[in-house]
């Protein structure tokens, strides 16, 4: 299973971006779609997060101004963020919890995307 993320860039404050992300390969289903960011110098953070049941969590930093959704059938995440403040800059990272179906046996794994750059100019 591989995750590709897109949709990164440079904007100004105020501004939107959408990400998405595309998960490949051999997959029985998405349980869980989150995006995590990472600022230079810090660590990793929860930023959104969806389940199979359409149930979204968001960091507190992020409600109001960003919003995650998937398109089951396409293996998709987006996440719609406006508003965008210049401490939003780092790079965003999809992450999956994915079943697989293999020998005649379901696995289930946690998966990374590489990160997309989001930069926004105060």
């Known amino acids: 299973v591989q995750l590709q993320a897109s949709g990164g860039g440079l904007v100004q404050a105020g501004g939107s971006l959408r990400l998405s992300c595309v998960a490949s390969?051999?997959?029985?289903?998405?349980?869980?779609w989150a995006w995590y960011r990472q600022a230079p110098g810090k660590q990793r953070e929860f930023v959104a997060a969806i389940i199979s049941a359409g149930k979204t969590d968001y960091a507190d930093f992020v409600k109001g101004r960003f919003t995650i959704s998937a398109d089951t059938p396409k293996n998709t995440v987006a996440l719609q963020m406006n508003s965008l403040k210049h401490e939003d800059t780092a790079a965003y990272y999809c992450n999956a919890d994915v079943t697989t179906y293999s020998s005649s046996q379901y696995y289930s794994n946690d998966y990374w995307g590489q990160g997309t750059q989001v930069t926004v100019s105060s």
């Open positions: 390969g051999s997959i029985f289903s998405v349980n869980r």
